[in-house]
């Protein structure tokens, strides 16, 4: 069974800096590519940032470049994401997500929340 | 990038109708297109992908269509455990986008 737990969110203030983690278990994990997609309160979804399965190829979103960094361990099956001068905007449940292979987000963890105040 | 926008915002309509729902990509996307599902505190899932192919153990009652620009979602007879929120998704060149999400909500 796949599994995707996420860890590491928490109340923070603006412009201080925060690591999500992600871990992957139930599959090959180093044979797919992983996301992270976020939901603020009340909101859709927006894609985050995405890895490749050899880390070779990164993607951002435009509201976190920059700021944000993505990172895979295939050893420990594990995905991060850095967040560093988090704003207001910010706020919001991360979700670690594993692509189908195909661009698409098979598999879902429950997320983490990620809150953003002073 | 890409941007994805559904329609409507708001469905309402009666378990056992027919639900259509619209997603329109600034460019042709080709087939490269998901639709997902998300009820109130639970994680999206994936229904269709590549346009028109069901994801692992969705209802045949789903389905959708493109490719290009337009595509749609269609529920052929709603189930009262279908009103959720909807979304599309596009993916080009490492870049990801959802549409804003249609709420299929009963009449």
């Known amino acids: 069974e796949v599994q995707l737990v996420e860890s590491g969110g928490g109340l923070v203030q603006p412009g201080r800096s925060l690591r999500l983690s992600c871990a992957a278990s139930?599959?090959?994990?180093?044979?797919?590519?992983m996301h992270w997609v976020r939901q603020a309160p009340g909101k859709g979804l927006e894609w985050v940032s995405g890895i490749s399965w050899n880390s070779n190829s990164i993607g951002y979103a435009d509201s976190v470049k920059g700021r944000f960094t993505i990172s895979r361990d295939n050893a420990k099956n594990s995905l991060y994401l850095q967040m560093n001068s988090l704003r207001a905007e910010d706020m919001a449940l991360y979700y670690c997500?594993?692509?189908?292979?195909?661009?698409?987000?098979?598999?879902w963890g429950q997320g983490t929340l990620v809150t953003v105040s002073s | 990038e890409i941007v994805l926008t559904q329609s409507p915002a708001t469905l309402s309509l009666s378990p056992g109708e027919r639900a259509t729902l619209s997603c329109r990509a600034s460019?042709?996307?080709?087939?490269?297109l998901a639709w997902y599902q998300q009820k109130p505190g639970q994680a999206p899932r994936l229904l269709i992908y590549?346009?028109?192919n069901r994801a692992t153990g969705i209802p045949a009652r789903f389905s959708g269509s493109g490719p290009g620009t337009d595509f749609t979602l269609t529920i052929s007879s709603l189930e009262p455990e279908d009103f959720a929120v909807y979304y599309c998704q596009q993916r080009s060149n490492w870049v990801y986008t959802f549409g804003q999400g249609t709420k299929l909500e009963i009449k």
């Open positions: 997500a594993k692509e189908s292979g195909e661009g698409y987000f098979d598999y």
């Open positions: 139930g599959f090959t994990f180093d044979d797919y590519a």
């Open positions: 460019q042709s996307v080709s087939s490269y």
């Open positions: 590549d346009a028109s």
